[in-house]
């Protein structure tokens, strides 16, 4: 099994959206291709490579594309297996918290006016 290798989120903050109940057999791979096309798609609907330049970012935006990218791979490893959460209902209040940080960042991310706060203009 590969160890995960996402560029905008780690492991940890993943896990921690996920809940205590998440799926085991949602391994490291499956998180990093959930975290790659969330990368990819923050990407283009930024019309910036966030991926290239993530290092040299300062912290504000380090934390809102960390914060998109760990909800989007949460989502998908609560909505992989919810057996293991205490009802559906449980899952789900997960899964609507998730969905709306995506959300929220993503909109943020098309702002033009964000767009130009976050390249300093």
Do not use: P
């Not at 160890?3 to 990093?32: H, L, P, R, W």
């Not at 791979?73 to 209902?89: E, H, K």
């Amino acid at each position: 099994m590969a160890a995960y290798v996402g560029i905008m989120a780690t492991e940890a903050e993943i896990d921690q959206k996920s809940g205590a109940n998440v799926s085991a057999a949602f391994i490291a791979d499956m998180k990093t291709q959930a975290a790659l096309f969330a990368e990819n798609r923050i990407n283009v609907i930024s019309r910036k490579n966030y991926s290239d330049s993530f290092g040299s970012l300062n912290v504000d935006v380090k934390s809102l594309l960390s914060d998109a990218v760990s909800s989007w791979v949460a989502m998908q490893a609560i909505q992989y297996d919810m057996s293991g959460y205490t009802s559906r209902a449980e899952a789900q209040t997960m899964l609507d918290v998730n969905y709306t940080i995506w959300i929220d960042a993503i909109n943020l991310l098309a702002e033009e006016d964000s767009r130009n706060f976050i390249n300093g203009e």
